[in-house]
């Protein structure tokens, strides 16, 4: 079955770096879009990056772009978010996403935490 697990969250300092991974297996991870999402407390689910399944086409939301990174690493079936210049705002539990034919799957999401 599909599964998709997060790692790398923590607790940073504003300013800091962090870089999150998702571990896929139980699809073939090269023929799909990956995608990261993130949902504060008290907020809606929101889209942070997509990268397409070469990784040729990568977007980002406006409030985390010039800060974030995705990468892929195909061999590795593993999807990156690396993340600069960390910021109060950007705390929330953040998850991974991939669609297949008609179905989304996530996650267990981790947690980022930035606060001083």
């Known amino acids: 079955q599909v599964q998709l697990v997060e790692s790398g969250g923590g607790l940073v300092q504003p300013g800091g770096s962090l870089r999150l991974s998702c571990a896929a297996s139980?699809?073939?991870?090269?023929?799909?879009?990956m995608s990261w999402y993130r949902q504060a407390p008290g907020k809606e689910r929101e889209l942070v990056a997509t990268i397409t399944s070469g990784g040729s086409i990568i977007t980002y939301t406006d409030s985390v772009k010039g800060r974030f990174t995705v990468s892929r690493d195909n061999a590795k079936n593993t999807v990156y978010l690396h993340m600069n210049s960390l910021k109060p705002e950007d705390t929330a539990l953040y998850f991974c996403?991939?669609?297949?034919?008609?179905?989304?799957?996530w996650g267990q999401g981790t947690q980022v935490t930035v606060s001083s």
């Open positions: 996403n991939t669609r297949l034919m008609n179905s989304y799957y």
């Open positions: 139980g699809f073939t991870f090269s023929n799909g879009a």
